[in-house]
């Protein structure tokens, strides 16, 4: 199979964002992706801010404008680097945003979408930070410069159809996975909020659930080899429902066992996550155990909480915390046993859906990130695929 060497420059215009200026942001039709909205895989369109754009030259903002479709790319800071694709509507990008629009008759937008998804690419830009700026960045013109191998037109399409199955199934069980959050938090509401009884308890989170506040072991205990026992040090793992592996420590010293709730107790303070596995938690970690096997009540029961610790989140001090007392002590109605176990009966199932979607999503991640370099090389062979 013959590949062409061709750099990005020479398939598609890179367009680095405009510097709207912040006075015009507000409550407006028209809106702006900041590098805050590059959410992998995709952009966070709901989140975004709103511009009055009768202050600009409409026809110039033209340029700057990102369609459904189009992939964008954070120029600096902490997720530089990071690729959202624009699942839905339609948006002026920021500057630091940079626009990728491919020319259609040499590169197909789905081969393009996995090329910036190489580690190659990743370590490209990384090796081409700016290091004397105040934080890092990188310009639209040093990854126009980034070469990859190009192959047909035809084989682009195959490679990039057998990639996009894998993130498109990956998706449908992200979706279902939020669905099914939805659904349970919305039983929890009905149950025990909407029709609270004037029968049930007043008590505290304690008087249900065991608390084991984190405690992070030595700096030099840490490693990413996978030596040890996983280590989550805060929220900075989290993902929607389970954290991501990333650090190993050789020497534990408070842990969280499976299917824990997981709480960041360091600003922000209150948001969830859930044990896959036994893990050590850190200082920016909490972990919550039902005293009774009712599992499921104490999550939502936990999320539930959001609105009373947010009082926790930055109140008389620079940054929130909340402490083992104070979480323990968090008011709650605790129903009948026998309320707890029906809900129980209900959302279980629906939680072990969720890591069952979650484990299959691992999977697939783990066969589309081994494929992605070999076809992308050449290594491997789709031309005679029936796609």
């Known amino acids: 199979m013959k590949y062409e060497q061709i750099s990005l420059s020479e398939v598609c215009d890179l367009i680095a964002g405009f510097a709207f200026k912040s006075k015009h942001f507000g409550n407006y039709r028209d809106k702006v992706i900041k590098i805050a909205n590059i959410t992998p895989p995709s952009v966070s369109m709901s989140d975004l801010v709103g511009v ?7 026809s110039k903002l033209e340029r700057f404008t990102a369609n459904v479709g189009d992939y964008v790319l954070a120029m600096s800071g902490a997720t530089i680097c990071k690729i959202g694709r624009i699942e839905v509507g339609q948006a002026y990008i920021n500057q630091r945003v940079l626009l990728f629009r491919n020319h259609e008759e040499k590169i197909d937008k789905d081969f393009l979408y996995y090329v910036l998804q190489q580690y190659e690419f990743e370590q ?57 959050q939805e659904q349970a938090q919305a039983i929890y509401s009905n149950m025990f909020i909407c029709n609270a009884s004037e029968q049930w308890t007043d008590g505290i989170l304690s008087d249900v659930a065991e608390i084991t506040m984190g405690q992070s072991p030595k700096g030099d205990t840490y490693n990413e080899n996978g030596v040890g026992t996983v280590f989550f040090q805060g929220r900075g793992e989290f993902g929607f429902r389970f954290p991501t592996r990333r650090l190993f420590t050789t020497d534990p010293k408070r842990m969280a066992q499976s299917n824990d709730v997981l709480m960041s107790v360091r600003a922000p303070v209150g948001d969830l996550n859930v044990a896959y596995e036994p893990c050590c938690i850190g200082r920016g970690l909490g972990a919550i155990r039902s005293k009774d096997s009712n599992q499921s009540f104490v999550l939502y029961t936990a999320f539930s909480l959001r609105e009373k610790l947010d009082m926790f989140n930055g109140e008389g001090t620079v940054f929130g915390s909340i402490n083992r007392d104070a979480l323990n002590s968090m008011p709650i109605i605790i129903p009948t046993k026998e309320e707890m176990d029906r809900f129980e009966e209900i959302v279980a199932p629906m939680d072990a859906a969720i890591r069952n979607n979650y484990e299959e999503i691992c999977r697939l991640e783990a066969i589309r990130d081994s494929l992605l370099p070999r076809l992308m090389s050449g290594q491997l062979d789709v031309s005679n695929l029936d796609l």
């Open 52 to 58: 009055d754009i009768s202050y600009y030259n409409s």
């Open 124 to 180: 490209y830009v990384k090796g081409h930070i700016d290091s004397e700026s105040a934080q890092p960045n990188i310009s639209a013109g040093t990854i126009g410069k980034y070469q990859f191998c190009l192959p047909s037109m035809d084989l682009q399409k195959r490679i990039g159809r057998t990639l996009r199955m894998f993130d498109e199934k990956i998706e449908l069980n992200s979706q279902i996975n939020e669905n099914l």
